[in-house]
T-cell receptor, first 112, second 114 residues
Framework: DGGITQSPKYLFRKEGQNVTLSCEQNLNHDAMYWYRQDPGQGLRLIYYSQIVNDFQKGDIAEGYSVSREKKESFPLTVTSAQKNPTAFYLC???????????FGQGTRLTVV | AQTVTQSQPEMSVQEAETVTLSCTYDTSENNYYLFWYKQPPSRQMILVIRQEAYKQQNATENRFSVNFQKAAKSFSLKISDSQLGDTAMYFCAFMKHNDYKLSFGAGTTVTVRA
């Protein structure tokens, strides 16, 4: 089945450790996105990528890094520089300009 | 930068009634796209409806319709004949033409009462 897969669903890490969230899509979409969702703040854009080997910072990129080495994959690394990493993270992909974005099921990251 | 504002954090509606969610946005662009997404308790985001700014006709998808007022930069969503399954958080989103950045509002939680 075509879709977008995020793993794992729940992730626990100790403070000060980097952690990488996985996002894979088999929809042949050019664009991919990472969002952070906190209660009362909606979806805030972290990074997005229009094409392989290219990505742009979103509105809250500090403390995060991404790579886009393959069209299908857009992993997000939450670094120790991120002050409040505990959140729900959503990955999405789309054909691009003006097209519907399809979302993964999300990863709940808890840093203790 | 484009901003999307949803001024209603929560709304409640009786089953079979109608509810309207507001969304305003700030842009200097003339061509762009607007979306409404639904996030039910499962947290799976689903597209509800899509509007192209250069089309004056309001988009409609079954019980969901929008009132797009370009001059006022307003994009409200009307849910008619509300059903229990409509209980969810609803997000308004914006994308410029010739761009890939997709920006969301803070969301409105809709609760449909039996």
């Amino acid at each position: 089945d075509g879709g977008i897969t995020q793993s794992p669903k729940y992730l626990f890490r100790k403070e000060g450790q980097n952690v990488t969230l996985s996002c894979e899509q088999n929809l042949n979409h050019d664009a991919m996105y990472w969002y952070r969702q906190d209660p009362g703040q909606g979806l805030r854009l972290i990074y997005y990528s229009q094409i392989v080997n290219d990505f742009q910072k979103g509105d809250i990129a500090e403390g995060y890094s991404v790579s886009r080495e393959k069209k299908e994959s857009f992993p997000l690394t939450v670094t120790s520089a991120q002050k409040n990493p505990t959140a729900f993270y959503l990955c999405a992909s789309s054909m691009g300009q003006g097209n519907e974005a399809f979302f993964g099921q999300g990863t709940r990251l808890t840093v203790v | 930068a484009q901003t999307v504002t949803q001024s209603q954090p929560e709304m409640s509606v009786q089953e079979a009634e109608t509810v309207t969610l507001s969304c305003t946005y700030d842009t200097s662009e003339n061509n762009y796209y607007l979306f409404w997404y639904k996030q039910p308790p499962s947290r799976q985001m689903i597209l509800v409806i899509r509007q192209e700014a250069y089309k004056q006709q309001n988009a409609t998808e079954n019980r969901f319709s929008v009132n797009f007022q370009k001059a006022a930069k307003s994009f409200s969503l009307k849910i008619s004949d509300s059903q229990l399954g409509d209980t969810a958080m609803y997000f308004c989103a914006f994308m410029k033409h010739n761009d890939y950045k997709l920006s969301f509002g803070a969301g409105t939680t809709v609760t449909v009462r039996a």
